[in-house]
DNA sequence: CGTATTTCTTAACCCTGATCAATGGATCAG
DNA sequence: CTGATCCATTGATCAGGGTTAAGAAATACG
């Protein structure tokens, strides 16, 4: 896996053997099997994600109902607010598949920016672009309605689609597991 | 108001006098009255914002109707999605108010890291914070019935619903105007 | 295989927000 | 002061998702 890794870097900057010998040290590729636990509500973690295989599905407690709101695939990264904020984590994240994953605590990453210093004008520019996609997802999903939220996934999602069961799916585009039937059964009418 | 900026980041960093003299040198701050269009959908902007004073607003146009997906107040920032990848802006962006705002291109952001390189750890770490809470604002939304966002915008942004108008509030909690108005009579009445 | 469990679909009825239309208040220009 | 415009409110009716309950289909597992 850890060539993955090298081959994703490798399309966004110059990649050195060293820098990847560094990465092995720190041991931060792991395995992961469905449903584990990432991190639990109330918890407080230091470790953020990011995923070389996979399907990690974030996920609040609304009256004892699982409201999901985030799925993370291949070459997506996750940094729990909690491990921005030190406060305990509002949300659950667990493994939807079997998968693999990059972990590292802050301190790690800091230990490598100071040793390669081109890695954080990398994070730097990641984060300020994967902050522009998130708003730009916040806003489709704000002026849509779910029948267009459902297409919408159809459309730029597919694969997640076939991937995670229809009452994850429905609960993430928020709505019933019912009313996505429903919206299925009148789609397929047209 | 360089001096509010000065005030602002020297509760996050040390800065000194030069560093707020080599702001002054690249005017990054300036003026704009109400209306305001600081971008406008389809165009191409350079510019990313941080609001000193005053509120912008951004909204979408879908079916000829102006749908608010965010506000901008004091010690906010904004850097629009076509900076970050150069396509033509999906949305536009005013002012709601007389505002003061300080605008840089990435090209003088670049400038500025390369000769005080602190400055672009502070970016990524906001960055990654605005990453963060934006993430935990859209879940909020995702799991909030109109009426509970509306709640919560009292709860959490008096401020905001005293300064803008309502029919853009109930835009921006995903309702219309006369919606609004009918969860204000029933919450008045308990 | 066959059974259990999980996941998906359907139906009836309810509730909330959308739509359309009208009205009243506030603000602003002349 | 007087329209004109903008904004907030109200009422009647409509549409879509929620709720509840039942059963069908798919999947897992002994």
Redesign the interface.
Known sequence: MINDLRHYLSQLIDVSDEEMNEFQRMEVIASYSKDTVLLREGEVSNKSYFVLKGCLR?Y?L?DGEE?T??FYTERQAI???C???GKPS??HLVCVEDSVLVAATPEMENHFFTKFPKF??L??VM?????????????K???SSPEERYLHLLETNKDLVNRVPQYHLASYI?IKPESLSRIRKRLAKK
């Open positions: 974030v609040y609304v409201r709101t985030a940094t729990p607010q491990v921005v904020d509002a949300y954080e004008t994070c730097r984060a300020e672009k994967m902050l522009a996609v998130n708003q730009l997802s916040f806003d999903y704000m002026i928020g």
